[in-house]
């Protein structure tokens, strides 16, 4: 089981900018082998040792292999998606991890 985190950074004041996140999400958890699919923000208020980014979208993802994390990027939805927010994302950072245990 690998656990994906994207950090995806949008342009300031893009109020939208969840939203079209979010709009995948239940296409996105039919998808043969995605085990979980989540759009975060960051909590509010905040607490002394939170660091916060009001432009940051943070997608937590499960998915059963390699082989179908990049099948699901490769999906219309997901190409649809690229298309749809790619003026309003300035910058993306992916982690693919696995247990370590």
Known sequence: MLTIIAEIRTHQAAEHRQAAF?????????EDGCHGYASLIDHLPTIEMQTQDENSI??????????HLE???????????????????????VRILESGI
Request: aromatic share 4%; proline share 2%; hydrophobic share 40%.
């Open 22 to 30: 979010e709009k995948i999400i239940p296409t996105v958890l039919t």
């Open 58 to 67: 943070v997608m937590l993802e499960q998915w059963e292999s390699t082989a």
């Open 71 to 93: 099948a699901h990027m490769q999906t219309a939805h997901m190409q649809q998606h690229f298309e749809a927010t790619k003026d309003h994302v300035t910058d993306v950072k």
